[in-house]
């Protein structure tokens, strides 16, 4: 059978969430990835040393909004004390790059007031956080760099960001920063630099279980790989009336495109989701002394709730993932092996590394953040478009329980079980054959913990597609997260609640009022296989 090509609505769509450049294109960018751009750049700007200290700025990202264990912020704090001058920090608020990322509602006031509370604890130890506005995503490195000229900057700190988008901000601003201001810019997201673990062949791991082995070892041989480094020390009071204007800068309202439905809304999730450092470390500490130890063996039962809920933390940088090391290590009896000792907190700090493998993937293979499947073939998929499918999907009435419940969590809660988050986002792409750009879109648009670097990956197309029957049976056995969250659902007896439609008399199940599924499982199930095998084969490079 002859090749055919690609339609061209498939190659330029009109949904924003579906745009992303040709699969040429993102080889290209694989073959000269921007993190070793930057990291040359970086090298030859030379060391910090060469530069006397004047005022010294840290650069927050929304990755690392905490003073405690934050590489840039201490590094740059110990470079101001070398001088006379001040520690200043800022934070770049970019409401087009809200947008354009498609950020919640309730991540984007998370943001917010992690800026709010690490603003009023730097200014006690008067160390203003100011928060510069850029208009356009144009304008946000010419902000900075009007920043640290008006303040006599001679250093500037910032932690590494690992996608297409901040690395090509960060090359651009390494290019354009005078030469004599020193720019520095550190690791914190992760225990071991991405990219550096190598296979025995001396490339980048493209395996979890290898990299994770790997990672095990290295941290087990070097545990100061997790130390971690205190908050700065503060400036003198002469700061609050040099710097006068930064510490006067506002945090900013949520923009109009990412409002609450309600004030009710918002002030529900905040009480979900509580900002600040001292709450992550609460939370953490809770987990590790009431979860952890039944985290093993049923942390795929949503109903029990036994993951920690850190997500939104590591997410925005609340807290560091190696203080949730060390507070692993404490609960371990102070053993530095992690796959020792306790079964639940090897299996949690294993979802750890998980998160370190996807910014390490993200290195290696940086088309993943351009809106592209890490395998490209699957960018030759012709998916459906259905519709009244999706709009089943998003408002959790597709007539599939475990599906239904996911997504209706995910709405209460702008957070959803990672075993759910398995099961609808295959059923997105797999049973409904739905462009899971649209899915990974729609967590990007509801999620309070939604990362680049894990969601890209969480949504990538394949070939196995999770049955939502057996897949509830297996991880819900009682029903119990269905019935929270399906009370469609609540008085349905026993096993029938997995396939209400099935397992039920027609007469019982009209009454629920709970819709059919919208498409069958088995059908569909081969189509998609069907419809991989045939279009990553015959369709044009």
Avoid at 190 to 196: A, D, F, I, Q
Avoid at 361 to 369: A, F, Q
Avoid at 399 to 428: C, I, K, T, W
Avoid at 515 to 535: G, I, L, M, N, S
Wanted: with cysteine; proline share 6%.
């Amino acid at each position: 059978m002859s090749k055919h090509a690609r339609p061209s609505s498939s190659r330029e769509p009109s949904d924003p969430a579906l745009k992303h450049p040709p699969t040429k294109r993102a080889r290209e960018i694989d073959a000269h990835p921007p993190f070793h751009t930057l990291a040359e750049l970086l090298e030859e700007r030379g060391s910090s040393d060469s530069v006397s200290p004047r005022n010294v700025l840290h650069w927050f990202r929304s990755k690392d909004l905490r003073a405690e264990d934050n590489r840039g912020l201490h590094a740059a704090g110990q470079k101001a004390r070398e001088g006379k001058g001040h520690l200043i920090t800022m934070y770049l608020h970019s409401p087009k790059d809200l947008e354009w990322h498609g950020t919640s509602p309730a991540r984007t006031d998370f943001i917010l007031e992690n800026l709010r509370i690490l603003k009023e604890q730097l200014a006690e130890e008067n160390i203003p956080l100011a928060v510069i506005e850029a208009p356009e995503r144009k304008d946000k490195v010419d902000k900075v760099l009007e920043l640290v000229e008006k303040y006599d900057v001679s250093h500037v700190f910032a932690n590494m960001e690992y996608e297409v988008d901040e690395l090509r901000r960060d090359v651009k601003f390494a290019k354009e920063l005078k030469e004599d201001i020193s720019l520095e810019i550190l690791h914190d997201q992760t225990v071991v630099v991405p990219g550096e673990l190598k296979t025995g062949a001396g490339g980048p791991h493209k395996v979890f279980t290898p990299y994770h082995k790997a990672w095990l070892a290295e941290t087990a041989s070097d545990p100061a790989l997790y130390d971690t480094v205190p908050a700065p020390k503060g400036n003198s009071k002469d700061a609050q009336k040099d710097l006068k204007a930064l510490f006067e800068t506002a945090i900013p309202s949520l923009p109009s495109a990412k409002t609450f439905a309600s004030d009710e809304e918002r002030d529900r999730l905040r009480r979900l989701w509580p900002a600040g450092h001292k709450a992550g470390i609460d939370r953490l500490q809770h987990f590790l002394d009431e979860k952890v130890r039944d985290y093993a063996a049923y942390r795929s039962q949503p109903a029990r709730d036994l993951g920690s809920r850190l997500s939104p933390y590591f997410a925005s940088g609340a807290l560091s993932v190696r203080e949730a090391l060390q507070a692993c290590k404490k609960s371990n009896n102070n053993d530095s092996r992690f796959d020792a000792g306790d079964a639940g907190i090897a299996a949690w700090v294993r979802e750890l590394v998980f998160r370190e493998f996807y910014r390490h993937t993200m290195v290696s293979t940086p088309h993943d953040s351009l809106n592209l499947p890490h395998n490209l073939n699957f960018d030759k998929v012709h998916w459906e478009a259905d519709e009244a499918g999706w709009e089943k999907w998003c408002a959790g009435t597709t007539g599939v329980p475990f599906v239904d419940a996911g997504m209706r969590q995910l709405r209460a809660e702008a957070y959803m079980h990672n075993r759910l988050r398995m099961n609808v986002s295959s059923y997105l792409s797999g049973n409904l054959l739905i462009d899971y750009r649209r899915g990974e879109r729609f967590f990007a648009e509801n999620l309070v913990d939604w990362d680049l670097c894990n969601n890209t990956m969480g949504w990538e197309p394949s070939y196995t597609i999770f049955n939502p029957v057996s897949q509830a049976e297996r991880n819900d056995p009682d029903g119990e997260y269905i019935r929270k969250w399906v009370p469609e659902l609540r008085d349905v007896p026993g096993k029938a609640v997995f396939a209400p439609w099935k397992r039920l008399s027609e007469a019982e199940f009209e009454k629920l009022g709970y819709p059919r599924p919208h498409v069958d499982y088995d059908e569909t199930a081969r189509r998609a296989k069907d419809r991989y095998k045939h279009d990553l084969h015959e369709a044009d490079p």
